[in-house]
Structure formats: C-alpha cells, structure tokens
C-alpha cells in the first residue's frame, strides 16, 4: 500500500511560481514511476508531468512543458512539481499518483493523493 500527502498548493497571482510537495508513505520509492495530474472544474482529471523511479526519463503535457519541472527525492519520499509563469488555465486541483508502469494514462496509475487546489489569478 502506499499513502501520498501533497503540499505547496495555494492561491497566487498570474505569472508567480509554486512548488507542489507530494510525501510518499511506502518501503521502496524508486521502484514507483511517479506522475502528477490536474483537474479543473467541470473537466477530466489531465496528465500534467511524469517522472520515473531513478529519475532519469521525465515527460510533460505540451501545456505545461517549459514551465513545470518535476523533480524526485528517493532519500526523501518525495516528488515534486515546480510551477513557474502560472495562468489562470492551471487552476485546478493537482494529484500526484504512483504505479509500476511508465504512463500518461489515469488508468495505470494505482495509488493517489487526495489533491491540493492549486489556484492562479488573473
């Protein structure tokens, strides 16, 4: 089982920056392909950024690439999503989520946060 906290979210203004947090209650963390995800109002829940268990192969949603980093901590637990040059368009509530397999996709992802809201104002 694996439990994950997010932190870090908040209310800022358009063009500010914010680091997402997101702890990890398990054994062996690397063994755990990381991704963070967003959802807004009345939408899906999206791919944001995506991280492997060694940290070396890191992938972007096309709206947030060049702006967002994810970064991870295996001594530590903990991934991170550093969120630079926010819009109104990234309000949302974030999730950091766990699995075995390297995905964009929800549905391969086994464990999940339970969200921070995230909210940029114009």
């Known amino acids: 089982q694996v439990q994950l906290v997010e932190s870090g979210g908040g209310l800022v203004q358009a063009g500010d920056s914010l680091r997402l947090s997101c702890a990890a209650s398990?054994?062996?963390?690397?063994?755990?392909?990381m991704g963070w995800f967003r959802q807004a109002p009345g939408k899906e829940r999206e791919f944001v950024a995506r991280?492997?268990?060694?940290?070396?192969?890191?992938d972007y949603a096309d709206t947030v690439k060049g702006r967002f980093t994810i970064s991870r901590d295996n001594a530590k637990n903990t991934v991170y999503l550093q969120m630079n040059s926010l819009k109104p368009e990234d309000t949302a509530v974030y999730y950091c989520?766990?699995?075995?397999?390297?995905?964009?996709?929800?549905?391969?992802?086994?464990?999940w946060g339970q969200g921070i809201q995230v909210t940029v104002s114009s």
């Open positions: 398990v054994r062996t963390f690397s063994n755990y392909d």
């Open positions: 989520a766990a699995t075995w397999k390297l995905s964009r996709s929800r549905s391969d992802y086994h464990y």
């Open positions: 991280i492997t268990g060694s940290g070396t192969n890191l």
